[in-house]
């Protein structure tokens, strides 16, 4: 056996040892049962784990050292702790979301994720006014603002003088004057005799006394511009006029009672019984002026008009006593123009109003006292949140994200005799529960209404007020701060466009056709059948007539997305 080769050795020692172990008794104790030879490796496996205990694509122990990276701290950081509950869950989702709707880098991008996201939303549809009396509350609380009953320091009327120019101001009011009076008696009393034709220059003008209240506001503000740019504010040939402007703004808020009592609604409400409530606001203003650069706010962000909360009052009504409407719709923010179309013009200055919604609200009987100064109030409030909000978005400010800066405007609304003055300040605008809800307030002052003349008998008006031509006088002529704008950091929330020219046309149609309220192209050509297929193949009295119908491929329908609350 010494002579064979080793490899033949170790197999024939290897069935040595098999057949002695054949050949022993079953039960024999202390006998060796195997025989292994030395020369051959020594290999045991390892006992598999059970598949429970068993974790697939991480090792059971490390056995590298740990490397040293810059950056770490001495003391261990640790991850936040987020609520387990199905309710904190969801929220911390949508806090991801407004997360990444933060980073995104343009405006383009952040309404194309937000079309995207929240498209056919449920949302209580409102105009820049509502049709209902006592509306101011509700007004203020949907917006957050607080009024102040008085115009700000920096408004008063002006003493007779001398200004900058050398002229003195009782001249340059008896010039304003003549001009504002002709004007009104041109399109208010001449035009309705004359009777001329209606061509309208907005869709937003929908009747003829809309046309010549908005004709006449955009006459009278353009006759100001030219008489105040050679006098008070040279600035005024510089800014954008925006005849018409269709004004839509849309916007969260927390404190509103659920329009009707759902599974799907009792599953979102809080501890008081509120949900999210998405608002759609949809107007429109006679005049729309906007500058290069921002008009310094009036209070400081510190001030407790600002901080105390407490000084708006709740209200909790449902909305649709109110004319509120809810409609699946996508959200529309259009502050007036379309977004990229222009460079600069981004800052708001003044809104001009008209006095129609008086005409069109409800007028229900046996009403005691006068509400028009109310209504007039809330519809400057809402108009001047709506621009604002609008103009924020432009700027990178989601409703999802706070402002950095107060955005400031002044409002003018007028019928020709009668005027109201406005000054609006948004200071916040996120209202949504998930953000903690309102933490600021937004400030309106007012002016109260005040009457230009008595009467106009005869081709005259008589008792005219100059302190309305005053202070006409002093919201054209007030001027924007460069300095203060040049200090701010305008746009923290946006960065560089890294898309090329072909995604970004993409996206700003796909944007524009959620705005327009525009059906997709695959939707509408789904409606579109011959005739012969509607009659043979989907009427409902010819198709049991018909047997073995193949079935005719439709394309996908999207989900409709649940709401965002």
Request: with cysteine.
């Amino acid at each position: 056996m010494d002579k064979l080769p080793l490899s033949y050795q170790l197999r024939l020692s290897v069935l040595l040892a098999a057949d002695m172990a054949v050949r022993l008794p079953k039960n024999a104790k202390g006998v060796y049962r195997g025989y292994m030879p030395k020369d051959l490796p020594q290999h045991t496996p390892r006992s598999p784990y059970k598949p429970w205990f068993k974790v697939v694509g991480k090792p059971r122990i490390t056995l590298y050292p740990k490397q040293e990276i810059e950056g770490f701290s001495d003391e261990p950081e640790y991850p936040p702790l987020n609520d387990g509950s199905y309710a904190g869950l969801k929220a911390q989702v949508r806090l991801d979301w407004y997360e990444k709707l933060r980073t995104l880098p343009t405006v383009e991008q952040k309404l194309f994720e937000i079309s995207t996201i929240c498209n056919q939303e449920r949302m209580a549809h409102i105009f820049n006014w509502l049709p209902n009396y006592n509306s101011l509350p509700v007004a203020q609380y949907m917006t957050q603002t607080h009024v102040i009953n008085s115009l700000p320091e920096r408004y008063r009327i002006p003493a007779s003088g001398p200004n900058e120019e050398g002229n003195t101001l009782d001249s340059l009011v008896e010039r304003i004057r003549e001009n504002v009076l002709n004007q009104i008696a041109l399109d208010k009393y001449d035009s309705i005799k004359n009777d001329r034709i209606f061509v309208s220059i907005s869709s937003r003008d929908g009747n003829k006394k809309a046309f010549r209240s908005n004709s006449m506001i955009q006459n009278i503000a353009n006759n100001l511009k030219k008489t105040l740019a050679l006098n008070e504010n040279k600035e005024l040939f510089d800014y954008q006029y925006d005849p018409s402007a269709s004004i839509k703004s849309w916007w969260y808020h927390s404190g509103f009672p659920p329009f009707k009592r759902s599974v799907f609604y009792r599953m979102r409400e809080d501890e008081q019984g509120k949900v999210n409530t998405m608002f759609q606001m949809e107007g429109a203003s006679a005049l729309n002026i906007r500058a290069n650069h921002s008009i310094e706010p009036i209070v400081s962000g510190e001030d407790p008009l600002i901080t105390d909360t407490s000084l708006v009052q709740k209200y909790s009504p449902g909305l649709i006593d109110f004319g509120v409407t809810y409609k699946f719709k996508s959200p529309v923010m259009l502050p007036g123009y379309w977004f990229g179309t222009e460079k600069g013009f981004d800052f708001p200055h003044t809104c001009f109003l008209s006095n129609d919604c008086l005409d069109l609200r409800n007028k229900p009987r046996n009403v005691e006292k006068d509400d028009e100064e109310n209504c007039l109030n809330s519809q400057a409030i809402l108009t001047a949140f709506g621009w604002l909000n609008g103009l924020s978005m432009y700027h990178g400010f989601t409703p999802f994200q706070e402002l950095e800066y107060p955005f400031t405007c002044q409002v003018v609304t007028t019928d020709g005799k009668n005027w109201l003055f406005n000054v609006y300040q948004l200071n916040c605008h996120t209202f949504h529960r998930d953000l903690g809800g309102p933490m600021k307030n937004n400030l309106c002052w007012t002016s109260g209404m005040l009457n230009l003349y008595e009467a106009y008998e005869g081709g005259n008006f008589k008792g005219v007020n100059d302190d309305v031509i005053k202070l006409l006088i002093r919201f054209m002529s007030q001027k924007t701060d460069q300095d203060y704008t040049s200090k701010l950091s305008l746009c923290p929330y946006l960065g560089v466009d890294n898309q090329t020219d072909g995604e970004r046309e993409e996206i700003v149609e796909q944007v524009r056709c959620s705005f327009k309220q525009k059906r997709p192209n695959w939707e509408t050509h789904d409606w579109r059948v011959p005739l012969y297929e509607h009659i043979f193949f989907r009427s409902k009295f010819m198709r049991h007539r018909i047997r073995h119908m193949k079935a005719r491929w439709h394309h996908p329908v999207p989900e409709r997305p649940r709401q965002l609350d």
